[in-house]
């Protein structure tokens, strides 16, 4: 299985932040990277597919980059609503393997 | 506007089967894989499984094979979850999830809490 490592596993931010997320690959999977929005109690939401491409309605200030086994997923300008977990995920070969989450919380 | 609409919670005993379903809308059910996801309390999410709806055809997690049945009925548009004998530690929010062209998942059901206890 293609081991999928994210960090930090916590961040604490302000509106308006930068943040950055990274996610690391076992090995290299391309770009076959996706990154989700999970808000408590509710089903993930996809963000960002084939590492940096834009899911339709997502707003413009999440962008993800990487290929290979590097990956970062990026928000910029944090708005309230952004406070949630974010999980990477890679498309490349089965079992798909998700990172551990990323909890983005306010400071 | 595509849906998936997942079956409701369920309390059972261990040992005990259950099959919960995802009912999708708003797209030709054949078009796309159907995946399950796991997620345990206050945990991550961990890839089950998928079905091809045109030809029932499953791949499964190892970690999850031979515990789990994922099987669809294209007559009613539904993929479904089975266990033919639950364990306390199957306690989990069950997602399904469409594979999109782009290899995401693209749209997600809003879940099924499965609590097993004796």
Same mark, same amino acid.
């Given at each position: 299985?293609? $081991?999928?490592? $994210? ?6 931010? &302000? ?7 990274? @996610?690391?690959? &076992?090995? #290299? =999977? ?17 963000? =960002? ?10 707003? #413009?200030?999440?962008?993800? #980059?990487?290929?290979? !086994?590097?990956? !970062?997923?990026? =928000? ?11 999980? @990477? $995920?890679?498309?490349? #070969? !089965?079992?798909? !393997?998700?990172? $551990?989450?990323?909890?983005?919380? =306010?400071? | ?10 309390? %059972? /005993?261990?040992?005990?089967?259950? *099959?919960?379903?995802? %009912?999708?809308?708003?797209? +030709? ?13 206050? /945990? ?5 499984? *998928? ?30 979850? /089975? ?14 999830? *469409? *594979? +999109? ?18």
């Amino acid at each position: 299985d293609i $081991q999928m490592t $994210q960090s930090p596993s916590s961040l604490s931010a &302000s509106v308006g932040d930068r943040v950055t997320v990274t @996610c690391r690959a &076992s090995l #290299s =999977i391309g770009s076959h990277l996706n990154w989700y929005q999970q808000k408590s109690g509710k089903a993930p939401k996809a963000l =960002i597919y084939a590492a940096s491409a834009l899911q339709s309605g997502v707003p #413009s200030r999440f962008s993800g #980059s990487g290929s290979g !086994t590097d990956f !970062t997923l990026t =928000i910029s300008n944090l708005q309230p609503e952004d406070f949630a977990t974010y999980y @990477c $995920q890679q498309s490349y #070969s !089965t079992p798909w !393997t998700f990172g $551990q989450g990323t909890k983005v919380e =306010i400071k | 506007e595509v849906q998936l609409v997942q079956s409701g919670a369920e309390v %059972k /005993k261990p040992g005990e089967s259950l *099959r919960i379903s995802c %009912k999708v809308s708003g797209y +030709s059910f054949t078009t796309y894989w159907i995946n399950w996801v796991r997620q345990m309390p206050g /945990k991550g999410l961990e890839w089950i499984g *998928r079905i091809d709806p045109r030809d029932s055809y499953t791949t499964y997690s190892p970690s999850f094979q031979g515990h789990v049945t994922i099987s669809a009925d294209g007559s009613i548009n539904t993929a479904f979850l /089975k266990w033919s004998s639950l364990q306390a530690s199957d306690t989990a929010i069950y997602f399904c999830a *469409r *594979r +999109s062209d782009n290899w995401d998942f693209d749209y997600w059901g809003q879940g099924t809490l499965v609590t097993v206890s004796s």
